[in-house]
Protein backbone atom coordinates (compact mmCIF):
# COMPACT_ATOMS: atom_id res chain seq x y z
CA UNK A 1 0.00 0.00 0.00
CA UNK A 2 1.00 3.66 -0.52
CA UNK A 3 2.56 5.22 2.42
CA UNK A 4 3.31 9.06 2.92
CA UNK A 5 5.89 9.85 5.38
CA UNK A 6 5.69 13.15 7.48
CA UNK A 7 8.28 14.71 10.23
CA UNK A 8 6.25 14.40 13.46
CA UNK A 9 7.26 17.64 14.34
CA UNK A 10 8.68 21.08 13.54
CA UNK A 11 9.12 24.09 15.81
CA UNK A 12 9.61 27.38 14.31
CA UNK A 13 9.88 31.04 16.35
CA UNK A 14 7.29 33.50 15.35
CA UNK A 15 7.79 35.24 12.13
CA UNK A 16 9.84 32.72 10.10
CA UNK A 17 9.50 30.17 7.74
CA UNK A 18 8.43 26.15 8.56
CA UNK A 19 8.81 23.66 5.74
CA UNK A 20 6.92 20.63 5.85
CA UNK A 21 7.86 17.38 3.68
CA UNK A 22 5.51 14.56 2.59
CA UNK A 23 7.54 11.60 1.49
CA UNK A 24 6.02 8.94 -0.64
CA UNK A 25 7.15 7.22 -3.83
CA UNK A 26 6.80 9.39 -7.07
CA UNK A 27 4.47 11.77 -5.28
CA UNK A 28 5.32 13.95 -7.80
CA UNK A 29 3.14 11.77 -10.23
CA UNK A 30 0.11 12.28 -8.01
CA UNK A 31 -2.15 15.65 -6.57
CA UNK A 32 -0.98 16.27 -3.44
CA UNK A 33 -3.16 18.24 -0.77
CA UNK A 34 -2.68 20.07 2.86
CA UNK A 35 -5.03 20.13 5.51
CA UNK A 36 -4.43 21.77 9.12
CA UNK A 37 -5.91 20.89 12.15
CA UNK A 38 -6.22 22.72 14.89
CA UNK A 39 -6.69 20.67 18.09
CA UNK A 40 -10.36 20.11 19.13
CA UNK A 41 -11.16 21.08 15.48
CA UNK A 42 -12.12 19.37 12.32
CA UNK A 43 -9.81 19.81 9.21
CA UNK A 44 -9.42 22.19 7.02
CA UNK A 45 -8.35 22.32 3.41
CA UNK A 46 -4.77 24.43 3.34
CA UNK A 47 -3.32 23.69 -0.27
CA UNK A 48 -5.18 21.42 -3.18
CA UNK A 49 -3.66 20.19 -6.37
CA UNK A 50 0.00 20.44 -5.06
CA UNK A 51 0.20 24.63 -4.50
CA UNK A 52 -3.46 25.74 -5.33
CA UNK A 53 -5.14 27.67 -2.19
CA UNK A 54 -8.88 27.46 -1.58
CA UNK A 55 -10.26 31.10 -0.98
CA UNK A 56 -9.26 32.68 2.89
CA UNK A 57 -5.93 30.45 3.06
CA UNK A 58 -3.57 33.30 3.31
CA UNK A 59 -0.95 33.72 0.66
CA UNK A 60 1.60 32.42 3.62
CA UNK A 61 0.73 29.03 2.99
CA UNK A 62 2.01 27.13 -0.23
CA UNK A 63 3.26 23.79 -1.19
CA UNK A 64 4.86 21.95 -4.25
CA UNK A 65 5.51 18.52 -5.13
CA UNK A 66 8.45 16.92 -7.01
CA UNK A 67 10.03 13.03 -7.43
CA UNK A 68 9.51 12.18 -4.25
CA UNK A 69 8.71 14.57 -1.73
CA UNK A 70 5.76 17.19 -1.22
CA UNK A 71 6.32 20.28 0.74
CA UNK A 72 3.98 22.65 2.19
CA UNK A 73 5.69 26.09 3.23
CA UNK A 74 4.05 28.10 5.99
CA UNK A 75 6.26 32.08 5.58
CA UNK A 76 6.07 34.15 8.77
CA UNK A 77 4.97 31.89 11.13
CA UNK A 78 2.22 33.43 13.36
CA UNK A 79 0.98 31.94 16.77
CA UNK A 80 -2.21 30.59 15.10
CA UNK A 81 -0.51 28.31 12.61
CA UNK A 82 -0.08 26.28 15.55
CA UNK A 83 -2.11 22.92 14.47
CA UNK A 84 -1.03 19.42 12.62
CA UNK A 85 -0.80 19.41 9.23
CA UNK A 86 -2.00 16.27 7.29
CA UNK A 87 -0.66 15.35 3.53
CA UNK A 88 -3.31 13.81 1.52
CA UNK A 89 -2.96 11.50 -1.93
CA UNK A 90 -5.71 9.54 -3.76
CA UNK A 91 -3.99 6.07 -4.97
CA UNK A 92 -5.69 5.93 -8.16
CA UNK A 93 -3.39 1.92 -8.00
CA UNK A 94 -5.21 0.80 -5.19
CA UNK A 95 -8.14 3.00 -4.86
CA UNK A 96 -7.61 3.94 -1.48
CA UNK A 97 -7.18 7.76 -0.21
CA UNK A 98 -4.15 7.81 1.70
CA UNK A 99 -2.72 10.77 4.60
CA UNK A 100 0.60 11.11 5.72
CA UNK A 101 1.24 10.90 9.20
CA UNK A 102 0.84 14.33 10.46
CA UNK A 103 3.02 16.87 11.17
CA UNK A 104 2.55 18.76 14.63
CA UNK A 105 3.50 22.23 13.95
CA UNK A 106 4.72 24.33 17.50
CA UNK A 107 5.54 27.96 17.26
CA UNK A 108 8.42 28.44 19.50
CA UNK B 1 -23.70 27.63 4.40
CA UNK B 2 -22.55 24.23 3.88
CA UNK B 3 -23.23 22.00 6.93
CA UNK B 4 -21.88 18.07 7.53
CA UNK B 5 -23.10 17.05 11.32
CA UNK B 6 -21.97 13.54 12.40
CA UNK B 7 -24.11 11.45 15.01
CA UNK B 8 -24.69 8.59 15.94
CA UNK B 9 -21.35 7.73 17.91
CA UNK B 10 -21.29 6.43 21.82
CA UNK B 11 -20.29 3.58 24.50
CA UNK B 12 -20.38 0.35 22.32
CA UNK B 13 -18.79 -3.13 23.82
CA UNK B 14 -16.60 -5.16 22.04
CA UNK B 15 -18.31 -7.47 19.60
CA UNK B 16 -20.52 -4.64 18.48
CA UNK B 17 -22.12 -2.96 15.84
CA UNK B 18 -22.76 1.10 15.33
CA UNK B 19 -24.71 3.22 12.68
CA UNK B 20 -23.13 7.02 12.01
CA UNK B 21 -24.92 9.26 10.25
CA UNK B 22 -23.81 12.36 8.60
CA UNK B 23 -26.77 14.78 7.45
CA UNK B 24 -25.83 17.42 4.71
CA UNK B 25 -27.52 20.65 4.24
CA UNK B 26 -26.48 24.13 2.34
CA UNK B 27 -25.56 21.94 -0.35
CA UNK B 28 -26.90 19.75 -3.51
CA UNK B 29 -25.98 16.52 -1.95
CA UNK B 30 -26.73 14.15 -4.38
CA UNK B 31 -23.94 15.48 -6.61
CA UNK B 32 -21.01 14.71 -4.89
CA UNK B 33 -19.51 11.62 -3.50
CA UNK B 34 -18.65 11.43 0.32
CA UNK B 35 -16.01 10.32 2.56
CA UNK B 36 -15.92 8.56 6.34
CA UNK B 37 -12.31 9.49 7.99
CA UNK B 38 -11.58 8.46 11.69
CA UNK B 39 -9.10 9.98 14.60
CA UNK B 40 -8.09 7.96 17.12
CA UNK B 41 -7.28 9.61 20.02
CA UNK B 42 -4.08 11.20 20.07
CA UNK B 43 -3.32 9.71 16.62
CA UNK B 44 -3.03 10.84 12.87
CA UNK B 45 -6.00 10.30 10.29
CA UNK B 46 -7.13 7.55 8.54
CA UNK B 47 -9.68 6.98 5.34
CA UNK B 48 -12.04 4.23 5.82
CA UNK B 49 -14.30 4.72 2.84
CA UNK B 50 -15.87 6.57 -0.07
CA UNK B 51 -19.07 6.79 -1.98
CA UNK B 52 -20.06 8.44 -4.99
CA UNK B 53 -23.28 10.35 -5.93
CA UNK B 54 -25.33 7.63 -7.11
CA UNK B 55 -23.43 5.17 -5.08
CA UNK B 56 -22.51 2.52 -7.65
CA UNK B 57 -18.49 3.10 -7.11
CA UNK B 58 -17.55 2.37 -3.53
CA UNK B 59 -14.28 2.00 -1.93
CA UNK B 60 -13.10 1.21 1.07
CA UNK B 61 -9.48 0.88 3.33
CA UNK B 62 -7.87 -2.86 3.42
CA UNK B 63 -8.52 -2.74 7.41
CA UNK B 64 -12.08 -2.07 6.97
CA UNK B 65 -13.45 -4.17 4.30
CA UNK B 66 -16.19 -6.63 5.15
CA UNK B 67 -16.77 -4.65 8.74
CA UNK B 68 -17.76 -1.26 7.41
CA UNK B 69 -20.24 -0.98 5.48
CA UNK B 70 -20.75 3.16 3.76
CA UNK B 71 -24.47 3.61 2.38
CA UNK B 72 -26.30 6.87 1.65
CA UNK B 73 -29.70 8.03 0.79
CA UNK B 74 -29.45 10.88 -1.55
CA UNK B 75 -33.46 11.86 -0.43
CA UNK B 76 -32.99 12.19 3.22
CA UNK B 77 -29.84 14.05 2.40
CA UNK B 78 -27.56 11.55 4.49
CA UNK B 79 -24.51 9.25 4.27
CA UNK B 80 -24.59 6.48 7.21
CA UNK B 81 -21.75 3.85 7.85
CA UNK B 82 -22.53 0.90 9.61
CA UNK B 83 -19.88 -0.69 11.92
CA UNK B 84 -19.89 -4.45 12.88
CA UNK B 85 -17.28 -6.44 14.75
CA UNK B 86 -16.05 -3.12 16.66
CA UNK B 87 -12.94 -3.79 18.99
CA UNK B 88 -11.13 -1.43 21.14
CA UNK B 89 -8.86 0.16 18.55
CA UNK B 90 -11.56 1.41 16.97
CA UNK B 91 -12.22 3.70 19.77
CA UNK B 92 -11.45 7.20 17.35
CA UNK B 93 -13.54 10.52 16.35
CA UNK B 94 -15.54 9.60 13.02
CA UNK B 95 -15.59 12.91 10.64
CA UNK B 96 -17.86 12.49 6.95
CA UNK B 97 -16.23 14.68 4.33
CA UNK B 98 -17.38 15.62 0.73
CA UNK B 99 -15.47 14.86 -2.46
CA UNK B 100 -14.81 17.90 -4.44
CA UNK B 101 -14.37 15.86 -7.91
CA UNK B 102 -16.54 13.60 -10.15
CA UNK B 103 -14.37 10.69 -9.10
CA UNK B 104 -12.23 10.78 -5.55
CA UNK B 105 -10.39 14.02 -5.51
CA UNK B 106 -9.68 16.13 -2.52
CA UNK B 107 -11.82 16.41 0.34
CA UNK B 108 -13.92 20.05 1.00
CA UNK B 109 -15.61 20.46 3.83
CA UNK B 110 -15.73 18.29 7.01
CA UNK B 111 -18.13 17.66 9.90
CA UNK B 112 -17.24 17.93 13.68
CA UNK B 113 -17.04 14.38 14.29
CA UNK B 114 -19.11 11.85 16.60
CA UNK B 115 -17.06 10.06 19.08
CA UNK B 116 -16.91 6.45 19.23
CA UNK B 117 -15.75 4.37 22.48
CA UNK B 118 -14.98 0.40 22.23
CA UNK B 119 -15.01 -0.73 25.66
CA UNK B 120 -16.88 -3.04 28.15
Known amino acids: SYVLTQPPSVSVAPGKTASITCAGNNIGTKSVHWYQQRPGQAPVLLIYYDSDRPSGIPERFSGSSSGNTATLTISRVEAGDEADYYC???????????FGTGTKVTVL | EVQLVESGGGLVQPGGSLRLSCAASGFTFSNFGMNWVRQAPGKGLEWLSYINKRSDTIYYADSFKGRFTISRDNAKNSLYLQMSGLRAEDTAVYYCARDEGPVPTIFGPWGQGTTVTVSS
Open chain 1, 88 to 98: HVWDSSSNHYV
